[in-house]
């Protein structure tokens, strides 16, 4: 009786967590992005006095909002299909070959998440102007990207490299099948959870990271984080800081969604026969 009351409180703990740490900022951001511009929200006012959708119609039709979409949908998804392709070498050593200080190696992988991010953006960016691969600004956000996050990918698509069994491989091979149909029959259904998490958590890193893309691509390339920082810094206006930020963060919760639907469709043990 006593655990179970412990476990009920603990629960409600958590709960209540959840709604001060998630729900209360979100809604927060909701009622922001509905403030009419005829009745400004002041702080003795508990809800807007007046609410619409004329923030959010204003921004897309007289911002840089449509193109900023469209670049950072388009950086982003690029990014995390190179990162993942960066990755597979350095994962499938560190995941299936055994070697001496194997396991520093993984921990020296990580380091780079262990420096703040704007720091690491700062002179990643001196980089690649010293390498002269800012001539093509979309293309040098997409390689920087695709390295400053490599560390995840990197540790995810170990561990799926790890959980590839040895008896599918060489019952594989004793078949006679080849390279591409080994990977497919082996390595795949155990890789595929990885791929899937690797691509959609750069993707996301991606999508909401400023420095480089304010960086390298200021003033050609434009994208939603750099939108949101004009908002916030330079003319703090924040209604308008409320659109952008919902519209990086709602796509990210579907994908997050849709990523666990995938991660179920994709159980290794099922695919592999095991279970």
């Known amino acids: 009786m006593n655990r179970l009351r412990l476990n009920n409180i603990l629960m409600a703990l958590v709960i209540t967590l959840a709604f001060i740490w998630l729900f209360i900022p979100f809604a927060m951001a909701v009622l922001w992005s509905l403030v009419d511009p005829s009745q400004p929200w002041t702080a ?13 119609v ?23 299909i190179l990162s993942l392709l960066l990755a597979f070498p350095t994962s499938f050593a560190l995941g299936r070959i055994a070697f001496p200080g194997r396991e520093v190696a993984k921990t020296l992988c990580l ?26 600004r979309p293309g040098a956000i997409i390689f920087a990207h695709a390295v400053v996050f490599l560390p995840f ?14 008896d599918h491989i060489d019952a594989a091979r004793d078949l006679g099948a080849g390279h591409w149909a080994r990977f497919k ?6 890789l595929r ?19 480089i ?33 919902l519209i990086l963060v709602i796509p990210n919760v579907f994908l997050m969604l849709f990523l666990e639907r995938l991660l179920k469709s994709a159980n290794p043990t099922l695919a592999s026969g095991k279970g």
């Open 193 to 211: 959870p990885g791929i899937y998490a690797s691509l959609l958590i750069v993707f996301i890193q991606s999508i909401e990271e400023f420095a």
């Open 58 to 80: 204003n921004m897309w039709q007289n911002s840089s909002l449509q193109p900023a979409l469209l670049t950072s949908y388009t950086l982003a998804p690029s990014a995390a």
């Open 111 to 136: 380091l780079p998440l262990v420096v703040p991010p704007f720091i690491t953006a700062v002179f990643f960016t001196a980089l690649l102007y010293r390498l002269g691969l800012t001539a093509w």
């Open 153 to 166: 990918s990197i540790r995810i698509l170990t561990v799926s490299f790890e959980t590839v069994r040895q």
């Open 213 to 245: 893309a304010f960086i390298v691509g200021s003033p050609d390339v434009v994208t939603i984080p750099v939108l949101l920082y004009s908002a916030l810094g330079q003319d703090y206006v924040r209604p308008n800081a409320a659109v952008l930020s």
């Open 44 to 56: 003795d006012k508990l809800l807007p006095p007046a609410m619409s959708f004329y923030r959010w």
């Open 185 to 190: 029959a082996a390595y795949l259904p155990a």
